[in-house]
């Protein structure tokens, strides 16, 4: 089973994207997304790939879901 955390798109360049979430950031490929993604949108990346644009309230509401469970485990998700 995988679990896909929504990040956001920091910054792009062509196919490449930096992406963010709970501070962490990283190099993604968009080649494999069905619709153009930019700055702000959030995607579920797998393996070095985004794989699925995400709504932004949907990706926003995701995180905080986790965010909850991560507190609830006694993890910040500031420092997760």
Known sequence: M???IP???ISKDGL????????ARRKVNLMLLPEEAGIGDYVLVH???AIQKVD???GR?????????LKI?????NNA
């Not at 490449?16 to 501070?23: M, R």
């Open 2 to 4: 995988c679990v896909a």
């Open 7 to 9: 990040s956001k798109i």
């Open 16 to 23: 490449l994207a930096t992406v963010e979430v709970y501070g």
């Open 47 to 49: 393996a070095g790939f």
């Open 56 to 58: 932004v309230e949907a």
């Open 61 to 69: 509401e995701s995180l905080k879901l986790f965010d909850e469970v």
């Open 73 to 77: 485990m006694g993890v910040d998700s």
